[in-house]
């Protein structure tokens, strides 16, 4: 089954302990991306890739990292939390860049909650 | 700047009738608009786009309207079903130097009564 897999799907954690939320994708896309999204403010990109060991800042970038070594995954390290990047976020990925038209396959998300 | 706005957070509308979400953008390279739904405890899916150089893309009970000249775009769902009660959200595209991105409204939640 084509699918985005993302983990942890929860997590509680406290102010600076470094986080690893990992994310799959089986469908061979060159795309992937990060978003989160919070109340009132919808969708906001954190960073995405291109393809392997391309990577660009989104929108939001500023408390995160990531990496992309192999075509499949996409992980989103966060080296302090802090209680600002409290959110659900999406892992998300296309076949190109944007997709055929942008047509994006998202995770089924990772809420997180830094205290 | 929020290139593309939702400016209806909620909606509300009897089953059967039609549904009408609104999306208005201001960024006039945009190539591409689409649309995606997202349920509760779940990643948003792709529901239906548009291309720029269109004005209407329909897809079943789902019909995509663009006017470029008012820079708006709405999705219009007919019949509307309970099953339909979810987020949507409004996006577009832009190319840049070849790395493209989306750029998401707000949302808006459709609630379908029965």
């Known amino acids: 089954e084509a699918q985005v897999t993302q983990n942890p799907r929860y997590l509680i954690t406290v102010t600076g302990k470094k986080l690893t939320v990992t994310c799959s994708q089986n469908?061979?896309?060159?795309?992937m991306s990060w978003y989160r999204q919070d109340p009132g403010l919808g969708l906001r990109q954190i960073y995405y890739s291109m393809n392997v060991e391309v990577t660009d800042k989104g929108d939001v970038p500023e408390g995160y990292k990531v990496s992309r070594k192999e075509k499949r995954n996409f992980p989103l390290i966060l080296e302090s939390p802090s209680p600002n990047q409290t959110s659900l976020y999406f892992c998300?990925?296309?076949?190109?860049?944007?997709?055929?038209?942008?047509?994006?396959?998202f995770g089924e998300g990772s809420r997180l909650t830094v205290l | 700047d929020q290139q593309v706005k939702q400016n209806s957070p909620s909606l509300s509308v009897q089953e059967g009738r039609i549904s009408i979400l609104n999306c208005d953008y201001t960024n006039s390279m945009f190539d591409y608009f689409l649309w995606y739904k997202k349920y509760p405890a779940e990643g948003p899916t792709f529901l239906i786009s548009?291309?720029?150089?269109?004005d209407k893309n329909e897809d079943g009970r789902f019909t995509v309207f663009l006017n470029k000249s008012a820079k708006h775009l709405s999705l219009h769902i007919v019949p509307s079903q309970p099953g339909d009660s979810a987020v949507y959200f409004c996006a577009a595209r832009h190319p840049q130097g070849g790395s493209e991105k989306l750029v998401f409204g707000k949302g808006t939640k459709l609630t379908v009564n029965p």
């Open positions: 998300a990925s296309s076949l190109y860049a944007g997709g055929s038209a942008g047509e994006l396959f």
């Open positions: 469908m061979n896309h060159e795309y």
């Open positions: 548009i291309s720029s150089i269109k």
